[in-house]
């Protein structure tokens, strides 16, 4: 996989990530930029870690299904992306507009919840040829730039990005899901 595909995928995997920190920072008026990092910094290592949970998954798995992987890698990318076109389509529900004064444990939760998706994509990586600490410090370094932003951004532009840019991250894991079984098939 290249590196440009992989920076694609990065980013694709810190939308989700985007749109809730951007939710975040609709609720805080004048976010500081020590508080944005710190909760950039967090969503970024859970976001870093999760692929490499689901690679090491897929690698046990491999050896079982070498000869259809790109069909794997396709569908499992394709998939999440259309989950997340889904998700980024749907009304903002109660939950996600709670007050920013969480504890770390509900903002680790929230962390945990937006990167399931990575841990999935960590699955398919290992049916593809990555090197998984370059992709996880992308995806992590992706998430912790784009949920500091989205923390500082999100007082100024609200909740218009974040959706938006969710339906962006799905089409991007489609594109890479394609790019994937193209690779392997043609």
Not at 93 to 121: H, R, W, Y
Not at 145 to 174: D, H, N, P, Q
Request: overall charge neutral; aromatic content about 8%; glycine content about 10%.
């Amino acid at each position: 996989m290249s590196i440009f595909a992989l920076i694609l995928l990065a980013f694709a995997m810190s939308t989700d990530a985007f749109a809730a920190a951007i939710g975040k920072g609709v609720k805080i008026k004048n976010p500081r930029l020590g508080f944005a990092i710190k909760i950039g910094l967090t969503f970024g290592l859970i976001e870093a870690i999760t692929p490499i949970i689901g690679w090491l998954i897929g690698r046990a798995a491999a050896t079982y299904v070498q000869a259809w992987d790109h069909w794997l890698a396709l569908v499992i990318l394709c998939g999440l992306g259309v989950y997340m076109i889904i998700e980024s389509l749907q009304p903002v529900s109660d939950e996600e507009s709670q007050s920013p004064k969480q504890s770390f444990v509900l903002l680790c939760v929230t962390a945990c919840g937006t990167s399931i998706d990575a841990m999935a994509v960590g699955v398919g990586l290992a049916l593809v040829d990555v090197n998984i600490a370059v992709a996880a410090a992308l995806i992590g370094l992706a998430t912790f730039s784009m949920v500091t932003i989205g923390i500082m951004l999100g007082s100024a532009m609200g909740s218009l990005i974040g959706k938006r840019a969710e339906t962006f991250g799905g089409v991007v894991l489609i594109a890479v899901g394609m790019w994937i079984f193209a690779s392997h098939t043609l």
